[in-house]
Structures are given as C-alpha cells and as structure tokens.
C-alpha cells in the first residue's frame, strides 16, 4: 500500500523525524487560507501515488496565499503519470543549502533491509543509480543486531563532513530505520533529505510504501488507504479474499496456492506466452471466490484466454468446478478457457464440468500449452 507524501511526512514526524510543517487543501480557497496562516513563502505539492511531481510541474513555490491559491487552481485536477491530483500539500518553503537522498528498502539479494544514501538528492535515483553508481553508498542490516551506531554514522559521514551536520544525518538515519521495520514497510524514502541555510537537516520530500502482509501488526494503517487511487480490480480482489496484481501479458490466470500461482506463471512464460495477472484463490473451497476470481479475469480486457490451474488438497475440485460453473452462467464467457484440475474430487470435478460443456484436463504442460496457443491465435 503506498502511502501519499503528507501521510508519509506525519508518519516521520511522529518518529522524531525533522519535518517542515504543512496541512492538506482540496480546494484552491483552503490552499490559500493554509498559506496564510503559514505565513512567508510556500510550496504547493501535488498529493499522487508517483514520484517525479516536481518535473511534472505539481511542485511550485508561492510567495502569498494568492500566489497559493492560484498555483493550486493549476495543480488540482492534473494528471501526473496516470494519477489524477485530489489534493495539494501547502507547507512552508525551505532555504536549501544542499540535498541528499536517503531511504531504506528491502533487499532481495541479501534478504535484508538496506539502507541507502546518496549526496546526489532530488534528482531521479535510479538514474544516480545508473550512471553514477559510486554516488550511492549501501549498506545491509543485520537484523539480528539492528542499525548500530557506527554504521549509521559511518553512512551519513558519506553525506556530510560537518559534525554538526553528521550527527543529525545519523539520528535521522537511525531513527528512519526503526520507523522502517516498525511500519512494516518496503520502503522509506527521503528525497530530498536537505541541509537548510540555518544548517539544519531535514526531510522535505517522504515516500513510503506499507508492506499489505505486515498490515495486521498497524491496524490504524488501514484508514491511510485511499480506495480512490487503488486499481478497483486489485479492490474487488481484496474484498473477496483473493490476492491478485495485474500484469501485462494476455493469459489471465486461476490458481489456487501462491507456490502454484507462480509456477504457473513460470511454464506460461517458458512456453512463450505472456500471464495478464497473479491470481490466488487461496486454500479453501468456496465456489464465490471462483465466481469473484471469473469476474476479476474477465473484467481486464488484455485477457485472451483463461487458464484454470487448480491441485485439489484443501482446495476441492468438484468446489472449483461449481464455481466455474456458476460463474460462466451468471455472465457469458467471451473468451475461451482452459481448466485443469487435479487431486481431491477431481474425478466428480470433471463429470460437473462436461455436463455443463465444458473439457478439463490433468496435465499442467498441456493446459498452459493449449492456454498459450488460444491467447496467440486470438
Ligand atoms: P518530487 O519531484 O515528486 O520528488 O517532489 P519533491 O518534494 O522532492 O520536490 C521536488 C523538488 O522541488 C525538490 O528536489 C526541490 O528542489 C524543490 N523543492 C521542494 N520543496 C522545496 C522547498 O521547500 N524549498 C525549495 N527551495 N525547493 C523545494
Ligand atoms: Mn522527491
């Protein structure tokens, strides 16, 4: 779940973080009367799940509520990289002296959480990352012992070399990397991490990504999501229990258990074909899931075919096979489908579906072959 900027910033903040004040405005009146009661000069910053707003014209400075108020008629309303602006962030503008870029993020390689900095802030990180590889130093926590306090000094001694500076860098790393694994977060980003004229460090810019799985141990979390900005596919999904991400490809696919959803996505791509999602039902037998899932597939219109891949254990088959069922009569299917179904009542599964038209097979190669070669001829 990613989280808007003013989230981010409140959630910092709350960590002891230095972060500049700032209230949130959806109309161009309520930026103005923000900017007023700020007094002095203001930016004005779109509120989009992207990055990248400052080049897409959705960060402006305002030296009078007027100029606020005018700046967020522009902004509101915008669309940046496929997000539409709801709403604008006003908070008092920074002299910056210097910017550098600071975050913490999960490792797949190392298994671990990373903390990386770089004196080359504000700009794109990936693009730092590409051509200038020695701007960025890393470093991989064990979590056994946690962010000692050498290591957080020894990254921010690669920011800054003024003690000042370098102790303040250190706490805020520090204190980045607790708010990091307490959130249960994939991310936590500051970009710009700035040095002010008055030489104080401090995070204007935050991102934050909530890992979904880690959302129980914060339930508070939950009313950060904005059911606006979310794809309603991945929203239906949720609802009804399923966990699904869309992807780009023209086979849309039915699985039951994460282990099997992704060797399915495997053999579909070793036989050249392309999945349009990650779709699990999970492990138990109840025909509405399938009927949801049906409906989640069938609603994207990349998808060219549909492949069933169900090893009936808790699952049961003959469940699977009703929902199909059920499902292909509440809304007429338009595009072919292959099931394959094997393991618990897989022979009853098979008798349900013939009756109703349908072929079923037991073999997964020869399911994903047939799926691929429908989704290529279609
Ligand atoms: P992003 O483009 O989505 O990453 O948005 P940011 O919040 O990082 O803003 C982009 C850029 O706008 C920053 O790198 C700064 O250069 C500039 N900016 C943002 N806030 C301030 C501020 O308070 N004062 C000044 N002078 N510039 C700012
Ligand atoms: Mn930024």
């Not at 990386?116 to 693009?127: C, H, N, Q, R």
């Not at 991490?193 to 810019?205: P, R």
């Not at 239906?236 to 991400?245: E, K, T």
Request: some cysteine; proline content about 4%; hydrophobic content about 45%.
């Amino acid at each position: 779940m990613d989280l808007y900027e003013y989230q981010a910033r409140e959630l910092l903040r709350k960590a002891g973080i230095p972060v500049p004040d700032g209230e949130v405005a959806d109309t161009p009146e309520a930026a103005q009367r923000i900017a007023r009661r700020l007094g002095g000069t203001v930016v004005v910053k779109a509120q989009v799940h992207a990055g990248g707003r400052g080049k897409a014209g959705g960060v402006k400075l305002a030296a009078s509520p007027e100029e606020a108020k005018s700046h967020a008629a522009r902004i509101l309303g915008m669309e940046i990289k496929q997000h539409v602006v709801r709403r604008v962030l006003v908070t008092p503008a920074e002299e910056i002296a210097a910017e550098a870029y600071a975050a913490v993020l999960v490792d797949r390689a190392t298994q671990r959480p990373v903390l990386m900095v770089s004196g080359e802030g504000g700009i794109d990180i990936e693009e730092v990352a590409r051509t200038r590889p020695q701007a960025i130093r890393r470093l991989s926590v064990d979590p056994r012992y946690g962010l000692l306090s050498h290591q957080a000094y020894g990254l921010a001694e690669f920011l800054y070399s003024d003690p000042g500076l370098l102790s303040q860098a250190a706490d805020i790393l520090t204190r980045l990397y607790e708010f990091f694994l307490s959130a249960g977060a994939s991310l936590a980003e500051i970009n710009p991490l700035i040095v002010t004229s008055a030489g104080e460090v401090k995070a204007i810019d935050a991102k934050v990504s909530l890992d979904d799985n880690a959302l129980f141990r914060n339930p508070d979390f939950e009313k950060l999501r904005d059911p606006a900005a979310e794809p309603e596919a991945e929203m239906r999904a949720r609802n009804a229990g399923l966990s699904y991400v869309k992807m780009t490809g023209s086979v849309g696919c039915c699985v039951n258990g994460a282990g099997l959803a992704m060797a399915t996505m495997d053999l579909i791509k070793y036989y050249g074909g392309e999945p349009a999602n990650f779709l699990d039902i999970g492990g138990s037998s109840n025909p509405d899931k399938v009927v949801a899932a049906l409906e989640i597939i069938t609603s994207d219109p990349s998808v060219r075919v549909i492949l069933f891949n169900i090893f009936g254990g808790i699952t049961r088959c003959d469940d699977v096979a009703n929902g199909i069922v059920e499902a292909t009569q509440r809304t007429k299917l338009d595009r072919p489908i292959v099931i394959r179904l094997t393991g618990t009542n897989e022979a009853e599964a098979i008798v349900i579906l013939e009756k109703a038209g349908f072929t079923a097979g037991r073999s997964m190669d020869a399911a994903v072959m047939k799926a691929v070669e429908l989704a290529g001829a279609a």
